[in-house]
């Protein structure tokens, strides 16, 4: 069974410009999730997707938003890009949230680097 | 919010030693605590995880505890080997969101 993927595998952008990351979940699963992970740093939640529907979202500016399409797999946005923007994008898949325990399963991640 | 701290930040032991990483949480609400490794490159794999019905866990060199009434837990690798060497993560998630908290990492050096 196919894990989460995540295209592209890398990315180069410059300041004040778009980017667009995606994200299939694995078959079945219905939450997506994204985290931020800078350099040397923890993972900070982004955004929780389930069912078409934002249902969390973590302390990052309105520039970034995404959505999650009716199979599941799911955008992130994120306008006028800054430096500290530079960071690996993971994004993650679990079962419907109405489960009581849910494992989260990560993707290999998009590096993204702002110049 | 969730708050989750881990200590220590980067730990390196011999091979053949035991390596421990700690973690603290504020919600006494949450309860599901799962351990995350790390390696170069790579996204986060699941490697063991904890609900806090249950005080320890054990997969083979892995295990894991739970104190509820401290609110921390703490991962134990036994026999550790080089391919052990990563960066590790807890995290805790409560029982009425789907928003996991994550420590904010413990890089593991095994020295062959």
């Known amino acids: 069974e196919a894990g989460v993927t995540q295209s592209p595998t890398h990315l180069i952008k410059t300041r004040g410009q778009q980017v667009t990351l995606r994200c299939s979940p694995i078959s079945g699963h219905t939450s997506v999730y994204w985290y931020q992970q800078a350099l040397g740093l923890g993972l900070q939640f982004l955004l929780w997707y389930d069912e078409g529907e934002e249902r969390n979202r973590g302390n990052f500016p309105p520039r970034f938003s995404g959505r999650q399409f009716p199979n599941y797999s799911s955008e992130l946005n994120v306008n006028a890009l800054e430096l500290e923007d530079s960071a690996l994008y993971l994004c993650a898949s679990s079962l419907a949230p109405l489960a009581v325990y849910n494992e989260q399963f990560f993707g290999p991640g998009t590096r993204l680097t702002v110049l | 919010g969730e708050n989750v701290e881990q200590h220590p930040s980067t730990l390196s032991v011999q091979e053949g030693d035991s390596a421990v990483i700690k973690c603290t949480y504020s919600d006494s609400a949450s309860n599901y605590f799962p351990w995350y490794k790390q390696e170069l490159g790579k996204g986060p794999q699941l490697i063991i995880d904890?609900?806090?019905?249950?005080g320890e866990k054990k997969d083979q060199r892995i295990a894991v505890t739970l104190n509820k009434t401290a609110k921390h837990f703490s991962l134990h690798i036994t026999e550790t080997q080089p391919e052990d060497s990563a960066v590790y993560f807890c995290a805790a998630k409560g029982p009425n969101f789907n928003k996991f908290y994550f420590g904010s990492g413990t890089k593991l050096n095994v020295k062959p």
């Open positions: 904890i609900r806090s019905n249950v």
